[in-house]
């Protein structure tokens, strides 16, 4: 289990801490999550957090939708075994039309 340091989901509370990483998170720290004191005044479980729980119905829904790209996007890589060979089409040269005098 990789740690890494969260922040409050409370965007007026400073509080941050080394807890497990569950998004995969390499570079911002995660806020999903509220700290133990916010989520006592909150009346939350703090230990029965998940990434998704606290999370309005808008942002899971950009979240599925992210998810969903992201699982159709790595079976596309799956499937394509061997590049494709291209098929160059050259620009058919027309005659210049003789005139007529
Ligand atoms: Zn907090």
């Not at 133990?36 to 309005?56: H, V």
């Not at 075994?81 to 210049?96: A, G, H, Q, R, W």
Request: some cysteine.
């Amino acid at each position: 289990m990789i740690y890494v340091m969260h922040f409050c989901r409370n965007k007026k509370c400073t509080n941050g801490w080394i807890d497990k990483d569950l998004t995969d998170a390499r570079v911002n720290p995660p806020d999903w999550k509220y700290c133990r004191e916010c989520a006592e005044k909150f009346g939350i479980d703090y230990d029965a957090q998940t990434p998704d729980i606290n999370l309005s119905k808008k942002e899971l829904q950009h979240k599925n939708k992210l998810r969903e790209r992201l699982k159709i996007a790595r079976e596309k890589q799956k499937k394509i075994k061997s590049p494709e060979t291209v098929k160059i089409d050259f620009m058919t040269l027309t005659p210049y039309p003789s005139q007529t005098i």
